[in-house]
């Protein structure tokens, strides 16, 4: 599988951006789906995870309640909607999938990952 992060850019303090995870081969379904993100200067983060039928999504704290995190298996994509955008937002948004099927947070459970895109939150 192959994945591909897209809908990165520039946007200024509570303004919204969406994510685009594109998918390449038939077993996307199969696998529980993940965002991550890496701020400047950091270690890459948990963001959201949804389960493979996306009936279940878990998000960190600090976005829960502005980011929505979903899927859509017919099309082998994924998306991370990002709303009232902060500053303290801004890094490199990867997304990942997980053999875990009912979903997973950690780096190490993840089996695929995109190359990411930058989200830049302008105060």
């Known amino acids: 599988v192959q994945l591909q992060a897209s809908g990165g850019g520039l946007v200024q303090t509570g303004g919204s951006l969406r994510l685009f995870c594109a998918a390449s081969?038939?077993?996307?379904?199969?696998?529980?789906m993940a965002w991550f993100r890496q701020p400047p200067g950091k270690e890459r983060e948990f963001v959201a995870s949804?389960?493979?039928?996306?009936?279940?999504?878990e998000y960190v704290d600090s976005v829960k309640g502005r980011f929505t995190i979903s899927r859509d298996n017919a099309r082998n994509a994924g998306y991370l909607q990002m709303n009232s955008l902060k500053p303290e937002d801004t890094a490199v948004y990867f997304c990942?999938?997980?053999?875990?099927?009912?979903?997973?947070?950690?780096?190490?459970?993840?089996?695929?990952w995109g190359k990411g895109t930058l989200v830049t939150v302008s105060s």
């Open positions: 949804i389960t493979w039928s996306g009936t279940t999504t």
């Open positions: 081969g038939r077993t996307f379904s199969r696998y529980s």
């Open positions: 990942a999938l997980s053999r875990y099927s009912g979903g997973a947070s950690s780096l190490e459970d993840m089996d695929y």
